[in-house]
């Protein structure tokens, strides 16, 4: 699926807003109480006394656009792993996980390097190989194994040959396939199948010290929490739960403890959800789509690997890379807590240098420093997926604090914000070319130079072709007429109506301000973002749309119905 969550989108008019929802009057920016610790962590609050809850966000500025060019997908792995505990909270014997953890590690290590020795195309074929061996065991055999990965595996390798005379002909016939001077690679294979019992054995052996999956959500579930959860976008990671008021200190205790002394146990199994969960995308036409869309639109910048990585790096990525990143990355000067809602700040910030100021601070390498070359060309891709046809259309464009950003962004809300938005009207309501109405929005992420993206479902028996011709259409009058005042007037209502709608929400106010933590370093971001918004003229609309909206400056992806082959019937002769 094509998703994002528009940073700075969110936050329009939220200065305002605040200011028109607050009795006292008081602006965003005298509302907010912040603090620096020592070691660099930022810590945000804003006292809202209306009911006694309140919700945190952790936020660090590092997302999956800086991954390692071969360990994409890193971040939102460890969304899954830092739940599962830390040294003292989810184990009944840490010194003997960690022992286990090791030797598991090291195992992990040679079968990622036996498995790189045999290089993919081989890997692969004896992979399959040992697939249809343990799908003919005996129904007896397959009931013994049951859901124990080490008895299957063990199986699997008694039934394995030795003479590789007795493996298939093709193999045998073709040159450097099983061996060669320097290597047998069937048996480096077989090595590789003992040390994955070795590893599932070791697995089982672990679990026995292991107290609870999910140690944290133990512990805050029982005393009330609420939307306890983390998400990864391009630009940043955050880990959230909303909370009683009076569970204060537990939160600090609670994740202090997470980030100081995190535990990354259970991680080869989590990595076969994480392995599972990739093969069900690989299922879901719009997720298909979307990857093969910022994989064509971003030839340099990072913005176009998946977040949650792709398949080969994660099925190589090792406990080792994980805690390597964990430790460049999340650490209290790349981070900001935000807490809103019935507390008191003095006691936040005391709590917080109580519990976070030995959290040690790293030496951060978190800019990306690549720029994506100057588009030369249109690109264009079609997609044969068992799905009905959608289209997205990107064109490369700054990020904000460039001026134009925020006329791009002015436009997409002109484009598709609302019942009264031009793609609402025309394309959805009029022509009746789509299923729904068209969007238009930045991204994937914001920090960096994005895409002005529309994406449009065509509704049958209409077509991609057509729905593409009319967006571009709609484009064009950008350039030409300039925008009324009348309409730009509605479209700022509408973001004030929008925006005053979710200031009521403790999350939306977190959210809010440590998106602008992640994005600009410095939550003030939203109160300028609001304040460039409001100075946007039609003008600056027009000059933008023709300056961007060229053809070989965009980057449009489509799917299409993958036709199923007729099936001959046979004739009388045949029978």
């Avoid at 807003?17 to 610790?37: D, F, H, K, P």
């Avoid at 936020?59 to 599962?84: I, N, Y």
């Avoid at 030797?103 to 074929?125: K, P």
């Avoid at 047998?184 to 019992?197: D, G, P, S, T």
Wanted: proline share 5%; charged share 30%; with cysteine.
């Amino acid at each position: 699926m094509l998703y994002k969550i528009p940073l700075l989108l969110v936050l329009l008019f939220i200065c305002n807003s605040w200011a028109a929802a607050s009795s006292s009057g008081m602006t965003l920016e005298e509302r907010v109480n912040e603090t620096t610790l020592d070691n660099g962590l930022k810590v945000v609050v804003v006292e809202r006394h209306s009911a006694p809850v309140l919700f945190a966000l952790i936020t660090f500025r590092v997302g999956s656009c800086h991954e390692s060019l071969d360990r994409s997908g890193l971040s939102h792995f460890l969304e899954h792993m830092l739940g599962k505990g830390t040294k003292s909270i989810g184990t009944s014997n840490y010194k003997a996980e960690a022992r286990i953890m090791a030797r598991m590690e090291e195992a992990a290590r040679e079968i990622r390097a036996r498995q790189t020795a045999l290089t993919n195309w081989r890997y692969d074929a004896f992979d399959a190989y040992t697939v249809k061996v343990k799908a003919d065991l005996p129904l007896e055999a397959r009931e013994q194994i049951g859901a124990d990965e080490a008895i299957g595996l063990r199986e699997v390798l008694t039934r394995l040959p030795d003479d590789i005379q007795e493996l298939p002909e093709e193999w045998r016939k073709s040159e450097w396939m099983l061996a060669d001077r320097k290597h047998n690679y069937w048996q480096m294979f077989k090595e590789i199948i003992a040390l994955r019992v070795e590893m599932a054995e070791l697995l089982e052996r672990q679990k026995q010290y292991i107290t609870e999956s999910e140690p944290l959500d133990a512990i805050y579930d029982p005393r009330g929490a609420a939307m306890h959860n983390a998400f990864t976008t391009w630009d940043q990671t955050s880990y959230m739960v909303g909370l009683p008021a009076n569970c204060l200190e537990l939160y600090m205790f609670l994740e202090s403890d997470r980030y100081k002394n995190p535990v990354f146990r259970e991680f080869y199994a989590e990595r076969e959800v994480i392995m599972e969960e990739m093969r069900l995308g690989e299922n879901n036409p719009d997720e298909v789509l979307s990857d093969i869309f910022f994989a064509a639109a971003f030839d340099a910048h990072p913005y176009g690997r998946p977040i949650i990585g792709w398949r080969s790096d994660v099925g190589n990525t090792l406990r080792g890379d994980m805690e390597e990143h964990f430790r460049r990355y999340y650490a209290p000067n790349n981070c900001q807590i935000t807490i809103i809602g019935a507390v008191d700040t003095k006691r936040v910030f005391a709590l917080t240098r109580k519990y976070f100021s030995d959290w040690k601070p790293a030496e951060i390498a978190y800019e990306v420093t690549v720029r994506e070359p100057e588009q030369r060309g249109e690109k264009r891709i079609t997609v044969e997926l068992d799905a009905e046809p959608q289209l997205y259309i990107g064109w490369h464009i700054p990020a904000a604090p460039d001026p134009d950003y925020y006329a791009l962004e002015m436009m997409s809300n002109i484009l598709s914000m609302g019942a009264t938005s031009r793609f609402y009207r025309s394309i959805f309501t009029e022509k009746q070319l789509t299923a729904g109405s068209p969007y238009a929005y930045t991204g994937p992420g914001d920090r960096y130079s994005n895409l002005f993206i529309v994406d449009a479902t065509p509704r049958a028996p209409h077509t991609v072709e057509e729905v593409e011709t009319a967006t571009y259409a709609e484009i064009d009058r950008l350039k030409t007429e300039l925008v009324s005042a009348r309409e730009m007037e509605r479209i700022r209502n509408r973001m004030r109506a929008w925006e005053l709608g979710r200031m009521r929400s403790n999350q939306w106010l977190a959210f809010s301000l440590s998106s602008s933590f992640a994005v600009r370093g410095d939550w003030r971001a939203t109160i300028d973002h609001n304040r460039r918004m409001m100075a946007v003229t039609p003008e600056d609309i027009q000059r933008a749309a023709n300056k961007y909206f060229t053809k070989t400056n965009r980057t449009v992806a489509y799917s299409v119905k993958k036709e199923t082959p007729a099936v001959e019937s046979e004739s009388p002769e045949k029978k």
